[in-house]
């Protein structure tokens, strides 16, 4: 079959997202279908451009700038996107192209006008795979209100949703969200667990016996460091561990509060903790082979549910896990059923610090303990059940 996916996130980016989309991508080829990966681009010239990664045909276009800008601004960028990526498909030579399924990806929740269209113009179904409930996060959070930002929002979400025939959430707890939308018996709410193919341990641009941290049992953190993911208590789990030459902890990425968090890890005199930039996607099993434990952060006030990408990257590695997250969230059952870390919702220090201490002494003493994380991420979290789950769910 011939599928079309919409996303804003794709190779040579790395965000999670972006790795994400690669292996799905990937997967859908080994499986035997074709792809064209339909992406927004700002920073073009031309209205499109065709390229070919590892055999899946991606097709950039031109649209507004929605990235390093005022939040008025990208709102319009972002509002105009999906129109503007139509204007220029209809110039490419991809014009005629017909597919029998159309796939995207929220965020952002822009794509709808431009999946209807396809959809419409094919007379096919689509599949919506939505990782981030938007804006009641940002609600959540405290970085909106109700009033008239939050009802344009949701309006824009609520739009996208109705173009979908089959959603993919990424836990049950997220389907309350979706009961007005359910009530139409035509369409198909489903939990779409994350993917992420497998990848040997190879060469990684940090060797961690270089650094500060050499000899120590290392705390792992890669990934977005920003508002959602209150990084701060991480870095009181540090300062609490200061006493524990044996303790370290490694945060690797970028996002809007890194420079943050490295000035106050130097203010407090932190030796035991190092930041480094982000790093190719592909050096990540080769960075967790030489750690210990993988940390996950999400802001005590989220509401949603995420089981975040990294904790998929751990789990593949073999790392246990250390997670400060809300809660209630659907992570918090899976790393204790399948006993694979520990947990705190309370939001306390001396409550990581105490799991902290407990997972250093169980990697000694669990043998297991890998090998239970591997088969958690092999039954689970695979590209190939994904890409099975999506095509099932689109053939008529």
């Known amino acids: 079959m011939k599928f079309v996916l919409i ?31 339909m992406l927004p681009t700002p920073d073009m010239q031309e209205p499109w451009a065709l390229e070919n990664r590892d055999g899946v045909q991606v097709l950039r276009l031109k649209t507004p700038k929605t990235k390093d800008i005022g939040y008025v601004q990208r709102t319009l960028g972002e509002f105009l996107m999906p129109f503007a990526m139509l204007r220029n498909l209809r110039k490419s030579p991809l014009a005629d192209t017909s597919w029998d399924g159309v796939v995207w990806y929220a965020p952002s929740i822009f794509f709808g006008p431009i999946a209807n269209a396809l959809k419409k113009a094919n007379d096919c179904r689509g599949y919506l795979i939505i990782r981030d409930i938007f804006p009641e996060w940002a609600v959540d959070m405290g970085l909106m209100g109700r009033g008239l930002p939050y009802r344009f929002f949701r309006a824009v979400a609520n739009y996208q949703y109705s173009v979908a025939d089959v959603i993919g959430i990424q836990t049950p707890g997220n389907a309350v969200y979706f009961d007005e939308w359910r009530k139409d018996e035509s369409r198909k709410l489903e939990v779409l667990q994350n993917w992420l193919a497998d990848a040997p341990a190879g060469h990684c641009s940090i060797d961690v016996a270089k650094t500060v941290l050499a000899g120590r049992k290392v705390f792992v953190y890669a990934g977005n460091m920003g508002v959602a993911q209150g990084m701060d208590i991480l870095l009181d789990l540090a300062e609490s561990l200061g006493d524990r030459q044996d303790i370290g902890f490694l945060f690797v990425g970028r996002g809007s509060d890194v420079q943050k968090l490295a000035a106050d890890a130097k203010r407090r005199n932190l030796d035991n903790v190092l930041f480094h930039d982000e790093i190719d996607p592909d050096e990540i099993p080769g960075l967790y082979a030489q750690c210990d434990v993988g940390l996950v952060a999400l802001h005590p006030r989220h509401k949603t549910h995420n089981i975040p990408g990294k904790f998929l990257t ?3 590695s073999g790392l246990s896990v250390l997670a400060n997250i809300n809660e209630g969230n659907d992570l ?15 939001g306390t220090v001396d409550s990581l610090k105490r799991m902290a201490e407990s997972l250093i002494e169980q990697r000694e003493v669990d043998a ?16 190939e059940t994904a ?7 689109l053939e008529r």
Do not use: W
């Open 368 to 383: 297991e303990l890998p090998s239970r994380c591997r088969a958690v991420y092999k039954r689970l979290f695979s590209p």
């Open 387 to 393: 890409v099975k789950q999506i095509v099932g769910a």
């Open 332 to 346: 918090v059952n899976l790393i204790q059923e399948e006993q694979v870390g520990a947990v705190a919702t309370d």
């Open 7 to 37: 996303a804003d996130t794709f190779p040579p980016l790395r965000t999670s997202g972006a790795v994400q989309l690669r292996d799905l991508s990937r997967e859908f080829l080994r499986q035997g279908h074709s792809l064209t990966v």
């Open 314 to 316: 751990y789990m593949q």
